[in-house]
């Protein structure tokens, strides 16, 4: 056990991160429906390797809009939106019943199709999949993608399976009668034979499987019943694993950084840096101690493009204690400024975009600890229509509400040790939102 050394004793200098092609680099990068540079911690880190091809000669995107990520990127494909596509949710643990939502294709793509394999699909991300398998020549593609005679030549020939695994698991539900068929019929009647088409769909999911599909699709899923979820006192669905409260894998196994173990038992440890370093920002002249959060009306980096939500909210703000107000001398309404160790300035930093002030209304409230500041997801965009957008020589103009508000992610702290990445959970390896500390100054 005495072989591997602490890494304070090998490593002495900044290492590289993902940014300085460690370990090794890349020749592309392809991105769907994600927004780092927006949603990291520190994401403003991500800019220097994003728009510089010696690091990432080609950067593709997948996505709806031209949004804080994807217009670094060297060619975006169009996407489809959640009322345009299929996907399969999973659910949560605290969720007593086995349920599985499906969602599917209501209303017709906006955007063009595309012939893959032969079909004509919308673009979205499984038709450029399918293209870059079909130019390729990968197998588990084409009209024998399923096996002999079984073809996958449209993203349905993979989804209505999909549909059909779930009928079939556990008691097979029952087959849709005909009413229920022709009401499947009749509401898809809009959709263009790229997206729909009942014949394809039936062969894709087998014509023995087929009514049962549409029972499920009908429902928007399969849900068990609630009385079905627990057998006496004890769920009819267990976790299947054991909690535990010492946990050996975890205690047996070395943190890469230091070489040291973890503990396998719940432990409070210090805000640190990868090397298990404890910081002192907070002494150092930062105070407050930053958090964040979504509420309902914003929950992604992409609902800022929703009028009615902004009608509900048009803004966030950046939110504090009263005691701490009166404290630090500060007004409801005042804009202020956000600065940490690793941002000083309170800038973000967006390359050839220019910078940023991390900047927004104070607000005063009763609901938050004293010596807390925070601020919700979802403001403070740059991007996805915050900005005047050139396409082929025409200006699409900003539209100013797209832009409201703070996004203070930048602030967060970069881990002092890898120079441009965000601090850690060196257990888990999750990004740290919560443990950076700040100055609050007027603007």
């Known amino acids: ?207 023995d499987w087929w009514r049962k599909v549409i029972y499920v699709l009908n429902r ?41 173990f973890f503990p396998g038992i719940p432990k409070y440890l210090p805000i640190a840096d990868s090397l298990g370093r404890p910081l002192e920002d907070r002494a150092a002249g930062y105070p407050l101690q930053l958090t964040t959060f979504r509420q309902s009306t914003q929950t992604k980096s992409r609902t800022n493009g929703c009028y009615w939500l902004l009608a509900v909210a048009p803004e966030n703000a950046v939110l504090i204690n009263r005691q701490t107000a009166q404290e630090l001398g500060f007004q409801e309404g005042e804009m202020v400024r956000l600065s940490s160790a690793s941002n000083p300035n309170g800038e973000w930093d967006l390359g050839a975009l220019g910078k940023k002030p991390v900047m927004g209304k104070l607000k005063v409230i009763e609901g938050i600890r004293p010596g807390v500041v925070s601020f919700s997801l979802g403001f403070g965009h740059w991007a996805n229509g915050a900005s005047d957008l050139i396409i082929d020589g025409v200006t699409i103009p900003r539209d100013e509400r797209r832009a409201r508000g703070i996004h203070a992610n930048a602030v967060m702290r970069v881990d002092p040790h890898l120079g441009n990445t965000c601090l850690s959970d060196l257990a888990g390896g999750s990004a740290v939102f919560y443990d950076t500390w700040v100055k609050l100054e007027r603007a």
């Open 220 to 260: 928007g899923g399969r849900f068990q019943g609630y009385a079905d979820a627990y057998k006496g006192e004890k769920l009819a669905n267990p976790y299947g694993k054991q909690i535990n409260l010492y946990h050996e894998k975890t205690a047996l196994s070395r943190n890469s950084m230091t070489g040291e």
């Open 1 to 207: 056990e005495e072989w591997f050394p602490l890494a304070s004793d090998i490593y002495q200098e900044t290492i590289p991160s993902s940014g300085d092609a460690y370990p090794y680099p890349i020749k592309a990068l392809i991105l769907y429906m994600g927004a780092p540079t927006y949603a990291l911690p520190s994401g403003d880190t991500t800019v220097q390797f994003l728009s510089d091809p010696a690091k990432i000669p080609l950067f593709i995107c997948n996505d709806i809009t031209v949004g804080e990520t994807s217009v670094f990127a060297d060619y975006i494909f169009p996407d489809l939106s959640y009322l345009e596509r299929w996907e399969f949710h999973g659910t949560h643990p605290s969720v007593t019943p086995k349920v599985q939502p499906v969602r599917n294709p209501v209303a017709g793509p906006l955007v063009e199709t595309v012939r893959v394999f032969g079909a004509e699909v919308p673009i979205c991300l499984e038709s450029m999949l399918m293209g870059f398998a079909e130019q390729l020549g990968l197998p588990g593609f084409g009209p024998d993608g399923f096996g002999e005679g079984q073809p996958f030549t449209h993203p349905d020939d993979f989804y209505l399976k999909m549909v059909a695994n779930v009928a079939a698991e556990g008691t097979p539900v029952p087959d849709a009668d005909d009413d229920e068929v022709a009401l499947f019929l009749e509401a898809r009647r809009h959709l263009h034979s790229s997206v729909f088409d009942a014949a394809r769909w039936e062969a894709a999911a087998g014509s």
